[in-house]
Nanobody
Framework: QVQLVESGGGLVQPGGSLRLSCAAS????????MSWYRQAPGKERELVAA????????SYTDSVKGRFTISRDNAKNTVYLLMNRLEPEGTALYYC???????????WGQGTQVTVSS
């Protein structure tokens, strides 16, 4: 059974850092592109960062470029999101997602809450 389990969220002060993790099981992790999305109350879910199967290609939404880093460890079936210099606008439920190259199959985790507040 496919599972994506996020962890690492919590309360952090503006300017602080968090590293999110997403542990995958039940599918061939290395065959899927991985991504992180976030959704704040009353807002649409937005793509934050994405990484290719091998980890050699990454992309980020403009608002987090230079501050967030997505990475993956295929030996551990885990994808990470390192978030530096966090801002209150980063407060959201963060989800990891796995998708095939053609978009025909997508899996979602349950989300982990990140709250940036002083």
């Amino acid at each position: 059974q496919v599972q994506l389990v996020e962890s690492g969220g919590g309360l952090v002060q503006p300017g602080g850092s968090l590293r999110l993790s997403c542990a995958a099981s039940g599918f061939t992790f290395s065959s899927y592109h991985m991504s992180w999305y976030r959704q704040a109350p009353g807002k649409e879910r937005e793509l934050v960062a994405a990484i290719t199967r091998t980890g050699t290609g990454t992309s980020y939404t403009d608002s987090v470029k230079g501050r967030f880093t997505i990475s993956r460890d295929n030996a551990k079936n885990t994808v990470y999101l390192l978030m530096n210099r966090l801002e209150p606008e980063g407060t959201a439920l963060y989800y990891c997602s796995a998708v095939t190259g053609n978009g025909s199959q997508r899996y979602w985790g349950q989300g982990t809450q990140v709250t940036v507040s002083s």
